[in-house]
């Protein structure tokens, strides 16, 4: 019973929470994960806003500031400033609270997952394991980084320490505060950390991340350069201080009156007409008090200029010392000068150490190709002339050299495509080579299952001008499919004599397709059929190969490729065919030309057989009639007669000659097997 109650409470229990489908639960009550694109696009948004909050922070050192006139000088706070930067920080700040709340509501991977060895592990969505784990981790460094601390010490602390014997030591107290951009900072490195465990790098390209370098080593010059103005502020009210406390004038000294409040009130007044304070405080004069490293925002009057006017100085003298590691400081004996000047230097040297060096290597990734390539072409140059090759070879490896660079830029595109899975790099080759390939006569009457397999096993072929791609009976190892370019196919049939045919391929045909009626033989040996023309590149050609192994793979993959319509396309855009067909047909006009010729010349012997014996019977006649007044002409007629059976006897040998004489023969070329095999029935 007292289990069963138990069960029962248990199920009341879970009757009351809220179950939520997937996907469908409130957006307050979401745990995100923290591979997903919204945290990633959150993070992006974050370290922009952390970028902004420490460029801001900086600027409160800005608000203390030098006014009063030419012959009298007070400390005074540009209330237009302050307010300016109090409310881009508190927008700031807003930006690290959301990132708290955030990270309350992201899980987090599990550092003891068994699926950890294969893969990421597995992600916690518990709210209260995600709290207790943050808690534990960096929840404190966020909530001091979320404080708003200047606002609190400038708009109340600082007011209310104010009084008639306050010392202007209230800087000190608003740089004190801001040692919150400690932790500010330091949060920018675990969140580029989650950046390129979620994406392999901070930026996408070398010249954005040269850009994020640079600006970071920019925003250190701006933080020392506005950290220099204030040392220097508070060192130029020093000296006043020090001269005031040992002044023995008409009217006392009072630390009260280096505050502009003071600067309209009669006994301040007074006190300025006869103190020497700042004239024993100016740097332009002869005095014992040694400014050190701060002279120069004295002298120049940078401590009393306008707001742009001094941050732009500033932002210069910052980014000068780091450059130089401050070098070119010339410190006093002042403690707190020294140690700043140490800082400077310590500084600029991990800086420009890392973040120039990371940019240098940014920038240099962008030349890396070109730089390999030139080493490459050097090495080239070096082994041709290492071993003596002529000038025509020099000149055409210099030639595919830069033809080859021109095309692919270095890159090896087989090497990218084999690291990819197959159905990725099925779909690029897809995208690459389907338009192309279907522009080919022969492959556009295939489905599209079939030309997803020879895409697939496509490689791209570069040829230069002048060469060879394959000649009159060596082995053929692929068959090519221009894309661009023109190639000269010949072929002497074998070598016969007097016997030449060429022609032009052009973008869209094809050669090579003695291979496959080799790959589409049932039984075909491992032995590569013999070329049957030499073909030649007549300008640079880009083509996609279809090597031999591959061919033979998909024809017996594939029975789709036997059929009647691919062999009457094969036929019809084969070149070789075209040859055959072109002598078939010139043989055939030349045999028929020959038999009119016999006719003709049977005709021509009859005709003169006739006339002969229609010659030979009036000649009879006429012996008859003249034999007795013309005894001279027997001998004419017999010279006619012999005349006349010369010729005849010339046609007969001519007929017999042209019967005798052979067309050359070209042999019908070897025909693929389109039809499939009796067992596949």
Same mark, same amino acid.
């Given at each position: ?143 001091? &980084? ?15 320490? #104010?009084?008639? #014997? ?44 040269? &850009?994020? +370098? ?44 280096? /505050? ?92 420009? &150490? ?43 490896? #210099? ?27 099925? /779909? ?9 390939v279907r522009r080919v006569p022969f492959f556009s009457q295939m489905d599209d299952q079939l030309l997803d397999a ?72 491992? +032995? ?21 192994? /591959? ?7 594939? #029975? ?122």
């Open positions: 019973m007292v289990g069963g109650r138990n069960r029962l409470h248990e199920m009341g229990k879970v009757g009351r929470s809220k179950v939520f489908p997937e996907g469908s639960a409130p957006w307050y009550k979401r745990i995100l994960d923290p591979g997903s694109e919204i945290v990633l696009q959150w993070n992006w948004v974050f370290i922009v806003s952390c970028l902004v909050a420490l460029f801001i922070d900086p600027l409160y050192f800005y608000l203390p500031a030098v006014g009063g006139d030419a012959t009298s000088s007070c400390v005074k706070t540009d209330t237009s400033l302050r307010i300016v930067v109090t409310c881009f920080r508190t927008i700031a700040d807003i930006f690290y609270l959301l990132h708290i709340i955030i990270k309350f509501r992201t899980g987090y991977v599990a550092p003891n997952s068994t699926t950890r060895v294969f893969g990421r592990g597995e992600v916690v969505m518990d709210p209260k394991k995600i709290a207790q784990r943050y808690l534990r981790s960096d929840f404190f460094i966020d909530l001091i &980084a979320t404080l708003p601390l200047p606002q609190i010490v400038i708009w109340f602390i600082i007011p209310a320490t #104010r009084s008639s #014997r306050t010392d202007h030591k209230n800087n000190a107290l608003a740089l004190i505060v801001l040692l919150q951009y400690i932790p500010r900072l330091y949060l920018i490195f675990p969140l580029s950390s989650q950046i390129i465990k979620a994406t392999g790098v901070v930026t996408k390209t070398a010249w954005a991340g040269a &850009a994020y +370098n640079l600006l970071l080593y920019m925003l250190a010059s701006h933080v020392v350069g506005a950290a220099w103005y204030v040392l220097s502020l508070d060192r130029y009210t020093s000296c006043w201080k020090r001269i005031c406390r040992t002044e023995f004038a008409t009217v006392r000294c009072n630390l009260h009156y280096l /505050d502009c409040d003071t600067f309209g009130h009669d006994d301040r007044t007074i006190w300025a007409n006869g103190t020497d304070v700042f004239e024993n405080c100016d740097p332009r004069n002869d005095i014992d008090f040694q400014y050190g490293i701060f002279e120069t925002a004295v002298k120049k009057n940078v401590v009393s200029a306008s707001f742009l006017e001094k941050y732009f100085f500033c932002l210069w003298w910052g980014l000068q010392q780091l450059s130089s590691y401050g070098q070119n400081l010339s410190t006093s004996t002042f403690i707190g000068e020294t140690l700043f000047a140490i800082l400077i230097s310590i500084l600029g040297l991990v800086l420009f &150490a890392h973040l120039i060096g990371n940019m240098q290597t940014y920038l240099q990734s962008l030349t890396v190709r070109l730089e390999e390539w030139r080493l490459k072409r050097r090495d080239t140059e070096e082994w041709m002339r290492h071993r003596q090759l002529p000038e025509d070879l020099k000149h055409r490896v #210099r030639r595919f050299v830069q033809y080859k660079w021109l095309a692919t830029r270095g890159v090896n595109e087989e090497a990218i495509l084999c690291g990819l899975p197959a159905d990725l790099r099925r /779909d690029i080759q897809r995208h690459l080579c389907l338009d192309l020879i895409c697939e096993r496509l490689v791209s072929s570069l040829s230069t001008e002048g060469t060879y791609l394959v000649r009159e009976g060596d082995p053929v190892t692929e068959m090519l499919f221009i894309i661009r370019g023109r190639l000269d196919s010949s072929t002497t049939n074998g070598g016969r004599t007097g016997f030449f045919n060429s022609i032009v391929l052009r973008p869209g045909d094809f050669c090579g397709e003695e291979l496959l009626a080799w790959a589409l033989l049932p039984k075909s040996t491992m +032995n590569l059929p013999s070329s049957t023309r030499t073909v030649r590149a007549l300008v640079e050609v880009e083509a996609f190969a279809l090597r031999a192994e /591959d061919l033979k793979f998909v024809a017996n993959q594939f #029975r789709r490729l036997h059929s009647k319509q691919l062999q009457h396309t094969f036929r019809f855009y084969s070149h070789h065919w075209r040859t055959w067909a072109a002598c078939f047909i010139q043989a055939a006009w030349r045999r028929y030309k020959r038999r009119m010729m016999e006719n003709n010349l049977t005709m021509t012997e009859l005709f003169a057989l006739d006339e002969k014996e229609g010659d030979e019977t009036v000649q009879e006649e006429e012996k008859m009639l003249t034999a007795v007044s013309n005894p001279s002409q027997p001998k004419l007629n017999l010279g006619v007669t012999i005349l006349a059976s010369k010729f005849a006897a010339n046609t007969r040998r001519g007929a017999r000659k042209i019967k005798d004489v052979e067309m050359p023969k070209l042999q019908k070329p070897e025909e693929p097997d389109f039809s499939t095999e009796p067992d596949d029935d």
